[in-house]
């Protein structure tokens, strides 16, 4: 018997919008962030209506997606605006099982 898993491919990003765009669909008032992401910086001065608002504009991989080995999930930046139209990048971690996901951190260039 194997100790490996297998590691899934990660999502390509018209397939990550769907499983986003269904996810915050089917939540009422969608809680995805991380306590980190919601109160780990203040400062930077960005709302969940912001996350929320890139996560449904057209938005594109930052970088190549990562995957964690730890929490046996891909990340992925994304990068995308504000409400205000400032750049901004939110790093997500997706359980392609379950079609959930949740957001681990954002911020703007100005952050």
Same mark, same amino acid.
């Given at each position: 018997? $194997?100790?490996?898993?297998?590691?899934?491919?990660?999502?390509?990003? &018209? +397939?990550?919008?769907?499983? =986003?765009? &269904?996810?915050? &669909?089917? =939540?009422? /008032?969608?809680?995805?962030?991380?306590?980190? &992401?919601?109160?780990?910086?203040?400062?930077?001065?960005?709302?969940? #209506? +912001?996350?929320?608002?890139?996560?449904?504009? #057209?938005?594109?991989?930052?970088?190549?997606?990562? *995957?964690? /080995?730890? /929490?046996?999930?891909?990340?992925?930046?994304?990068?995308?605006?504000?409400? +205000?139209?400032?750049?901004?990048?939110?790093?997500?971690? =997706?359980?392609?099982?379950?079609?959930? *996901? /949740? =957001?681990? %951190?954002?911020? %703007?260039? $100005?952050?």
């Amino acid at each position: 018997m $194997s100790t490996i898993g297998y590691r899934p491919q990660y999502l390509k990003e &018209a +397939d990550l919008k769907t499983l =986003v765009l &269904a996810a915050i &669909a089917g =939540v009422p /008032e969608p809680s995805v962030e991380t306590f980190h &992401a919601r109160f780990g910086h203040l400062e930077r001065g960005i709302s969940l #209506d +912001d996350v929320i608002h890139g996560l449904k504009q #057209d938005w594109k991989y930052e970088r190549t997606p990562e *995957f964690n /080995e730890e /929490e046996w999930q891909w990340k992925y930046r994304l990068l995308t605006e504000t409400i +205000d139209g400032d750049e901004l990048t939110i790093i997500v971690a =997706v359980d392609t099982r379950a079609r959930t *996901f /949740e =957001v681990l %951190t954002r911020w %703007t260039q $100005s952050t």
